[in-house]
């Protein structure tokens, strides 16, 4: 503390201290330096002077005649008196009064037990034991309530007598005259105000104590995660080094076991895509759990992934559901790349959706589109509301069901109707899927219920897809090829075989 006290002079700045106090700008936690000196000078010399303890005098015996008023109380009751959350209640107000000139309350984030100031590399255990949420939600809670403090105090009209002076006027009015070496800021101001109401009732004794609590408890509580988790860890690690493979790969965020970089996701995506990719450039590796993702975020570059190295980057990714939905993914969009898939977009380009065949469904085009403006023409005269979203996704369903399946298929059976499973299948391809990310818990899909809803959602487009081929194999359909629908094209296309791959009835329904 004297000979080698500048050698020690150093504080830690542990997660909680940096979220509260502004990047540690306060006394207690401020790196020794030029500033922590003035900050230092500031509050032994202006603002807890001899002279200055002295004028809250008066506020100190007040707040200790209340207390003595409450016990009084009590004991003519014969209640129990709770002293020690008594004596922490008046040191709060006489700090609260003599700092910010009314009572306030205390945060005890401070002694929270944190991942991150123990272990770095485990700071994201933060994030699931609820500390860096909290941490946010009483940063932001504590700068707004001395935000409305200080412009209180700058508002009001106080008389210019420094013994009646609280610390938020004394600070303000050294801001306001600038004699100061340091740039005494706002939120340097808030900082020691921070501090000051942080002290109230809390000795180094008691902060200590309340720490080690706060670890036992976590430690206890999270033993049996951690063991698991630094075993594989080092587990990891070892097969890491095992492998013989040396791959050049783009450049990555760091991640994290099993998760990968799912932890750096946020809403919305693509902005948070973008500020990774600013950081990382044009081309980055994500993994997203286990799944390694290339990201492509330049013109220059994908150019290059969609014509020079199609056929490197031709692959697609086969998903749970997309397999399931697809009959083992054998449709266009996420059958693997190879022979079936090129003679698969073949029928689609050259049969399918060729010139001719779009022409061929103007009309139907036309007689939606002026059913629903008659729709919309009788509901203008009943002063009615239209839901334009709902039914320009219903004429889009009517356009699409009448050209793919000649007809639009409603649910008056009581089964689910064309546009009905369209909008589940599309729903279950875009939930989020255990399998996909980490395929050693595919399980967990069976305890969300993605499993059941997708064989279910199966069932249903398979029966749906029968019944309409079965219409169509009947003996009383005309043959104009004009009017033909794509279900007449697939079949008219599998009977004659003159296709290079065998297209199966379930290869016709997952085009379909």
């Known amino acids: ?56 005098q008066l506020i100190r015996e007040e707040e200790v005649a209340a207390m003595m008023d409450k016990i009084r109380l009590t004991s003519t009751k014969r209640a129990a008196v709770d002293l020690s959350d008594m004596f922490l209640t008046v040191t709060n107000n006489i700090v609260s009064r003599s700092a910010l000139g009314r009572d306030g309350n205390r945060v005890d984030l401070i002694a929270h037990f944190c991942f991150e100031d123990m272990i770095p590399f485990l700071g994201w255990v933060d994030n699931l034991t609820g500390l860096v949420g909290n941490l946010e939600t009483t940063s932001r809670a504590l700068h707004n309530f001395l935000d409305q403090v200080i412009e209180e105090h700058q508002l009001s009209s106080r008389e210019d007598d420094s013994d009646a002076k609280d610390i938020v006027d004394i600070l303000l009015r050294l801001q306001k005259d600038g004699g100061l070496d340091i740039d005494l800021t706002r939120d340097s101001l808030k900082a020691i105000l921070l501090k000051t109401e942080l002290n109230e009732g809390m000795d180094p004794l008691t902060l200590g104590h309340q720490w080690w609590q706060e670890m036992h408890k976590t430690t206890v509580f999270h033993r049996v995660f951690l063991s698991f988790f630094l075993l594989l860890l080092s587990l990891l690690y070892l ?12 450049p990555s965020p760091r991640k994290l076991p099993i998760i990968g970089n799912l932890h750096q996701l946020s809403k919305p995506l693509n902005r948070c895509l973008l500020t990774l990719s600013e950081e990382y450039g044009p081309l980055m590796l994500l993994h997203l759990g286990q799944a390694p993702t290339l990201i492509v975020s330049s013109a220059e570059v994908a150019e290059k992934v969609t014509k020079a190295h199609d056929a490197a980057f031709a692959g697609r990714p086969q998903t749970r559901a997309a397999s399931v939905l697809t009959f083992g993914c054998i449709d ?18 050259l049969e399918l959706l060729s010139q001719k065949r779009v022409q061929a469904f103007q009309l139907v085009r036309e007689e939606e589109v002026a059913a629903m403006m008659d729709k919309i023409r009788l509901a203008s005269t009943k002063h009615a509301a239209v839901d334009l979203s709902d039914m320009f996704l219903t004429v889009t369903n009517n356009i699409v069901s009448r050209s793919a399946l000649g007809r639009v298929y409603e649910n008056g059976s009581g089964d689910k109707s064309f546009g009905e499973l369209s909008k589940m299948a599309i729903d279950l391809l875009t939930h989020f899927c255990f399998q996909d990310m980490f395929p050693f818990s595919g399980w967990m899909d069976n305890l969300t219920g993605l499993v059941a809803s997708l064989k279910t959602t199966s069932r249903a487009f398979d029966n749906f897809l029968d019944q309409v081929i079965e219409e169509h194999q009947l003996p009383n359909k005309e043959d104009n090829s004009d009017a033909k629908d794509i279900v007449d094209i697939l079949l008219h296309l599998q009977k004659d075989g003159g296709l290079d791959v065998d297209l199966t009835r379930d290869g016709l329904k997952a085009i379909l």
């Open 239 to 250: 097969l890491k080094r095992a492998k013989t493979d040396k791959w050049i790969l783009p």
């Open 1 to 56: 503390m004297k000979t080698h006290d500048v050698a020690f002079a150093g504080r830690p700045q542990t997660r909680a201290t940096n979220s509260l106090f502004f990047g540690c700008i306060d006394i207690a936690f401020c790196p020794y330096g030029e500033y922590w000196r003035q900050a230092k000078k500031i509050c032994v010399l202006e603002l807890l002077s001899q002279k200055r303890v002295q004028a809250f």
């Open 332 to 349: 266009v969009a996420f059958c693997p790349y190879g022979e079936y898939w090129r003679k698969a977009r073949q029928i689609c380009v």
